[in-house]
């Protein structure tokens, strides 16, 4: 935790994230053109950044992108706010937001929007990037990935069945109704470290009209731990947040329990609970 407060504390740092949360994926180039330094001090500063987990890279040909990673802001979430607590701050944050937005109370103009390049509360571009750290084993954390009966105690309370070969299908639902949630279909399994599928999110109307996006976990042993990179991509322009939001929930849930054996108190594992 340490690590990530560190990083914080830094506007420059912050002004990173903030421009990754303005369009995510950038290249360093990008980030040094919208930033008034010098390509080595975004770099440093970009290092920081990834040891403390809060940015993730990814290689695309030549280039090297850059996302953010929200999982370890969620684990300070969960490590200090309370499920009574939750609400009301998700409610301010709400409140401000609004503030914010609305152009009769807002400072910024149209101008400072053009010099800047950022489109205030817009979203993010296609990939979505996760990355977390726990202590398990490759075999045992993709086991959690892949049972059903574990997949509900950190996802939802949502089940999962597939024969997980390549071609299969897979579903998410509800074990109450057995209603599908989610559908797909297998695209690369390679036990105990790489799966891909694909995604279609079929839970609300809302959802039903985005289309397949893509789903990749990918484990990789670190010492006594391993390195969970999840990647949500595939996703249209403006892609509703459902399908991606409820990602850094979920993966800090897994890190919980298989941590510690026991569920987070946040929305996800209390609907379990409730179920």
Same mark, same amino acid.
């Given at each position: ?61 030549? %280039? ?7 999982? /370890?802001? =969620? &684990? *300070? @979430? ?7 607590? +939750? ?95 989610? %559908? ?7 036990? /105990?470290? =790489? &799966? *891909? @599928? ?7 109307? +809302? ?69």
């Amino acid at each position: 935790m340490d690590e990530i407060f560190k990083a914080l504390a830094d506007p420059t740092r912050r002004s990173l994230r903030d421009e990754l949360f303005e369009r995510d994926g950038q290249t360093l180039g990008e980030l040094e053109r919208r930033l008034p330094m010098t390509r080595f001090g975004v770099m440093k500063h970009l290092k920081v950044l990834e040891e403390a987990g809060l940015v993730t890279t990814r290689r695309r040909g030549r %280039e090297k992108l850059h996302f953010l990673n929200p999982v /370890p802001i =969620r &684990l *300070v @979430h969960d490590r200090w706010v309370s499920k009574y607590a +939750e609400p009301w701050a998700a409610t301010l944050s709400e409140l401000k937001q609004r503030i914010e937005e609305d152009p009769q109370m807002s400072t910024h103009t149209a101008d400072d929007t053009q010099r800047s390049g950022k489109r205030p509360w817009t979203a993010s571009p296609n990939d979505k990037v996760f990355e977390i750290y726990i202590k398990t084993t490759p075999e045992r954390l993709w086991q959690a990935i892949t049972d059903d009966e574990t997949r509900r105690k950190y996802s939802f309370g949502m089940g999962i069945r597939s024969e997980w070969t390549p071609g299969a299908s897979i579903e998410t639902y509800r074990p109450d109704a057995g209603t599908a949630l989610g %559908e797909g279909a297998i695209l690369e399994v390679e036990p /105990p470290l =790489r &799966l *891909v @599928h694909s995604f279609r999110a079929v839970w609300s109307d +809302e959802v039903r009209g985005e289309g397949d996006s893509r789903v990749t976990w990918e484990i990789e042993p670190v010492g006594d731990s391993c390195r969970l990179t999840l990647t949500h991509d595939q996703l249209r322009e403006n892609a509703n947040s459902e399908l991606y939001g409820g990602w850094p929930m979920i993966l800090s849930g897994l890190k919980t329990l298989l941590e510690t054996g026991e569920t987070l108190t946040t929305p996800g594992s209390l609907r379990y609970q409730q179920a």
